[in-house]
């Protein structure tokens, strides 16, 4: 039976409706058998029994008469029925009277006397007694014994059975074979799903059909199944990925520690030594000073070279301290038009010193009087952006090398360009952007001929970046020098004094512009920027002195931060869309945070664009640009 087990759902089938079929008509033909051979014997044993009453009928009148001729005679036309063997007629006194047999027949024995009346079976013959009546007495008995051929009735029948049997057996297979796909199709339906989602691993994949009963509730909890395995096998994989980008912010979070940390300690290190530097010769000039008190010479050597030592010591505390104030928010940038020539005069008298000492040609390259370079900015900061560029320069260009400070307008971006190029030690592929770090330094070795913490090309980036310039570095690898470009927005041709520059907005148009952000250099700086192009700007640090004054101002554009104390910008924006007279007005959302749902965030709160930090001048000069057109254009569509 093991090929059973292994056998397919139609095949089990057809085998089931066979069997119960074939049980069922074997048992009927059982029955049927059974009631045959009953009623064969019933009616064989009505036949003789009435056969024998009607030849005691019509002998006796011969046993009357004694006539044994006319008996005979009388049993002779038993010879029409062959089955009946052979046939008697007994007297009165149990005497054979006359007999009879088939001629085929031997002549057969018969009793000496008459057996009990009635019927007897023996084997394959029927022997009945019968009596004989003439006017209510018994004048004799009649015998016959005829074939009794059941067996051979039961095989006939049987034979006849069993091919009705068979017809049924292949109708019964002809209609399970129809109608077992009703049951076998939806399930190898199933089947053959179940064994693609294995392989494929494809949960999208459905069962097709729609069967009822038991097997269409069985098809849609499969598919069902399917559903709710793909919904969850989904969800999984969002949460390993998930998972995955957690552990690798987080590996990325935990190296940057580790360089935080390397580099904190590097720094420790660097700043005890980069103090102690200075320290040194300015003891030893005090000791020149206080042994020699009398040697001009000795002691005007001794002066010099402690004020050079201090001014050393002086920048590296300025700078230390610029950085922690552009940290905290705290670095203030006046913002005044200036001739970029000036400011180069002013970092060139910075460095001069150190790029002399060094040995160093120095190559300076800017347009022609009186063309000047006018740019918005704080004359001093930009000053200690290029004194710090070429400052770097110097300390990593050997002994008589050659720097070169170009500085030229670009017209097709409107930008002033200014470029500091050296012969130096250059700087690998990998450590362009790592330079720009806070504490990095492209040589940390032990022997490195140059002093500094590290903090001189990061100031200057982000002291570029508040006056809404950049600073990117090239070189083509060690030893083959290096250039930092330094870009700036140029503002245009000054007249003839620069207090009297005026730059007027590109598009002739004014507006009232509202700035709420609590960081107070970058408002106030990009107010004054603003102010200067022809605009009415109102500052706010907060966002309730923004509410208060808004009303009031009417502005045609209102650029909120989001992250305001007291009143955040989502609550502010709402609150301002309520005061009629800022229907019309175009918010900007000026945020850090830039993924989709704070945008959407910012659209639900009734901004109308979405700007994300660090913020250029540029943004906001496109979108005040576009004017009301541009209002709710960046909006996602519903």
Request: aromatic share 4%; with cysteine; glycine share 8%.
């Amino acid at each position: 039976m093991q090929w059973l087990q292994t056998a397919t759902v139609r095949v089990r089938l057809i085998l089931m409706a066979l069997a119960t079929t074939f049980a069922a008509l074997l048992l009927c033909a059982g029955a049927m058998l059974v009631y045959e051979v009953n009623a064969f014997q019933q009616s064989w044993i009505d036949d003789m029994t009435t056969q024998a009453d009607i030849l005691a009928v019509v002998s006796a009148p011969a046993l009357s008469f004694n006539d044994a001729t006319a008996a005979r005679q009388n049993l002779a036309l038993l010879q029409v029925r062959p089955q009946i063997l052979a046939g008697a007629v007994y007297d009165a006194e149990g005497r054979l009277f006359a007999g009879y047999a088939q001629s085929a027949l031997a002549t057969p024995v018969f009793a000496d006397r008459p057996g009990p009346l009635g019927h007897q079976i023996l084997g394959d013959r029927l022997h009945v007694y019968r009596q004989i009546m003439d006017h209510g007495e018994k004048v004799g008995t009649v015998y016959l014994e005829a074939r009794y051929q059941v067996l051979e009735r039961l095989a006939s029948y049987a034979s006849i059975l069993g091919v009705v049997l068979l017809c049924s057996l292949l109708l019964a297979a002809l209609v399970a074979s129809r109608l077992q796909r009703a049951i076998t199709q939806p399930l190898a339906a199933v089947t053959a799903v179940a064994r693609d989602v294995m392989q494929r691993r494809d949960f999208n994949l459905r069962v097709p059909g729609a069967p009822s009963g038991e097997l269409g509730t069985l098809v849609d909890a499969f598919n069902a199944m399917l559903a709710e395995i793909g919904r969850r096998a989904a969800e999984l994989q969002d949460a390993n990925q998930t998972l995955q980008r957690e552990m690798a912010v987080r590996h990325a979070a935990e190296q940057a520690l580790l360089v935080a940390d390397r580099r904190k300690d590097e720094f420790l290190a660097t700043l005890a030594h980069e103090l102690r530097n200075p320290l040194a010769p300015i003891r030893t000039g005090l000791d020149i000073m206080r042994l020699q008190p009398n040697n001009a010479v000795s002691g005007e050597r001794a002066r010099a070279i402690m004020e050079r030592q201090l001014r050393q010591m002086v920048r590296l505390v300025d700078d230390l301290l610029d950085v922690s104030r552009i940290n905290t928010g705290k670095l203030a940038i006046q913002r005044e038009v200036v001739d970029l020539k000036s400011v180069l005069n002013d970092a060139l008298e910075i460095v001069r010193p150190l790029i002399d000492l060094h040995g160093h040609m120095l190559a300076v390259e800017v347009p022609p009087q009186p063309q000047p370079l006018p740019v918005l900015g704080d004359a001093t900061r930009l000053a200690q952006i290029l004194s710090n560029l070429l400052n770097n320069a110097a300390k990593y260009t050997p002994r008589g090398g050659r720097i070169v400070l170009a500085a030229a307008p670009d017209e097709a971006s409107q930008r002033l360009l200014v470029r500091v190029q050296d012969n130096g030690i250059g700087i690998a592929p990998d450590m362009l952007e790592t330079i720009f770090n806070m504490f990095a330094q492209a040589d940390s070795s032990l022997e490195r001929a140059s002093a500094g913490l590290g903090v001189g090309l990061s100031l200057a980036r982000r002291l570029a970046e508040l006056h809404g310039g950049a600073i990117t570095a090239r070189s083509a690898g060690l030893g083959h020098g290096s250039e930092f470009i330094f870009s700036l927005p140029l503002l245009g041709q000054l007249d003839a004094t620069p207090d009297a520059a005026r730059v007027v907005a590109g598009d002739g148009v004014h507006h009232r512009i509202l700035l709420a952000d609590d960081n107070i250099d970058f408002v106030s700086s990009m107010g004054a920027l603003l102010e200067t192009l022809g605009h009415t700007v109102l500052v706010a640090e907060n966002g309730a002195q923004a509410l208060a004054a808004a009303a009031a101002f009417a502005p045609d554009f209102a650029f909120l931060d989001i992250g305001l104390p007291g009143l955040n910008g989502y609550d502010l924006a709402r609150a301002l869309r309520q005061l009629p007279p800022l229907q019309p007005t175009v918010m900007v959302a000026v945020t850090g945070w830039g993924q989709q749902k704070d945008r959407q965030l910012a659209f639900e709160a009734g901004f109308d664009q979405h700007l994300v930090k660090p913020v250029s001048f540029e943004q906001i000069e496109a979108i005040l640009q576009q004017g009301g057109a541009g209002r709710r254009s960046h909006r996602p569509q519903p």
